[in-house]
């Protein structure tokens, strides 16, 4: 079937009350399949930190932003700002970053991952007067070398503390200065301003499907979209030889932002009898925490050839039962399913996805519900 389309001066003919409705809000029955995300929006601020004589400027902020914040390949732009600048002999500007790692078992590694040096300026005879203010402007390397010279994404800013366990990955833009010392010719005093940074490694974009109620018609019409994951060993004490099997299903994408809302459906199948012990009296407002369901993030560090693990809960579920509940009304001993719906969230004060950076790995996996 060929299309039709308009000529130009038949589509320029078209009246205004002739064209269709538009609102950005989805109006009654509509649902949204698919967004495209927005251009994120550069910031136009200053940040500026005073120390003594000197004044570190970084363009391109938040205003009111306590710490910098550049992202994945970002531009470091900024000046640095001088009082008596005649005394100033040389100017350099660095980026620094480093992994640090302690165990009670293991004790303590740190390995730099960021080391980028630029000279400003630097005294190169008599009468040669240093600016007053001297810009500069790096570009975030996209990756890094570990100790095993093996090429890996450059991980973002990250601390955690664990009962017995610490670990913190940052950067900093540091400024060295020295100037003359007018009592002692030929000598000069040196001074460093350190000033550190939060790099925001992620994405910015994922495509997942929007959370719906209607999970059992969506995985007919675009299973695509979505991933099974299923388990055939959860037993019950008195349940004998029979098993429930758990089936659970999570987005297809294998990036998501870390403030979106995750969809999710599990799905467990068996004798009725037994799916009855996962749904509460009529009246219990707590049958739902029979069934949980988190995220779970597991923290891997490689010292000395060892790996140790250490896991924490960053995320929790609003969770609801499908109705109508079949195992209600299904003879005992017949073969039925029990399903729920929900969504997973990451706490609010999740700042840092899943990277591998050698000494340090963070990665997220589901359990078991």
């Known amino acids: 079937m060929t299309p039709i389309i308009p000529s130009s001066s038949s589509a320029s003919s078209l009246r205004a009350s002739q064209l269709p409705a538009y609102s950005a809000r989805l109006p009654c029955g509509e649902r949204m399949l698919l967004e495209t995300p927005r251009i994120e929006q550069r910031d136009t601020g200053t940040y500026s930190r005073a120390c003594g004589r000197e004044t570190l400027i970084l363009y391109n902020q938040t205003e009111g932003m306590d710490t910098p914040v550049y992202r994945r390949a970002g531009r470091i732009s900024g000046a640095v700002a001088i009082k008596e600048a005649e005394s100033i002999s040389n100017i350099t500007v660095q980026l620094r970053g480093s992994m640090e790692v302690t165990l009670r078992a293991l004790g303590c590694t740190t ?62 833009v540091c400024i060295n200065v020295a100037r003359s010392d007018p009592q002692f010719q030929g000598f000069s ?148 399913a029990l399903d729920w719906s929900g969504e997973l969230r990451c706490d609010r004060d999740v700042l840092v996805g899943s990277f591998d950076a050698g000494l340090i790995k963070l990665q997220v996996r589901h359990t078991n519900p």
Request: aromatic share 8%; net charge positive.
């Open 189 to 336: 005093i040196d001074k460093t301003m350190s000033v550190p940074f939060h790099y925001r490694s992620g994405y910015s974009t994922s495509r997942i499907p929007t959370p719906s109620r209607r999970f059992l018609h969506d995985i007919k019409t675009i299973p695509e979209e979505w991933r099974q994951i299923s388990l055939q060993s959860l037993g019950l004490a008195d349940a004998g030889t029979d098993t429930i099997n758990v089936s659970l299903f999570l987005p297809s994408a294998t990036m998501i932002n870390l403030q979106d809302a995750i969809p999710f459906h599990v799905q467990l199948t068996g004798r009725a009898s037994w799916l009855r012990h996962f749904r509460a009296p009529p009246g219990d407002s707590g049958s739902q925490r029979l069934l949980k369901c988190y995220i779970q993030r597991d923290i891997v560090v490689n010292m000395h050839g060892r790996p140790s693990t250490r896991s924490i809960k960053i995320g929790r579920e609003n969770l609801s039962t499908c109705s109508p509940p079949r195992v209600d009304v299904a003879p005992a001993e017949s073969e039925t």
């Open 111 to 172: 390995k730099r991952i960021l080391r980028e040096r630029r000279a400003l300026w630097a005294v190169h005879g008599p009468g040669s007067a240093c600016p007053a203010t001297l810009p500069f402007s790096f570009v975030l390397p996209l990756q890094f070398r570990d100790e095993n010279q093996t090429t890996r994404p450059l991980p973002p800013t990250c601390t955690v503390t664990l009962p017995g366990f610490f670990m913190k990955i940052d950067y900093s």
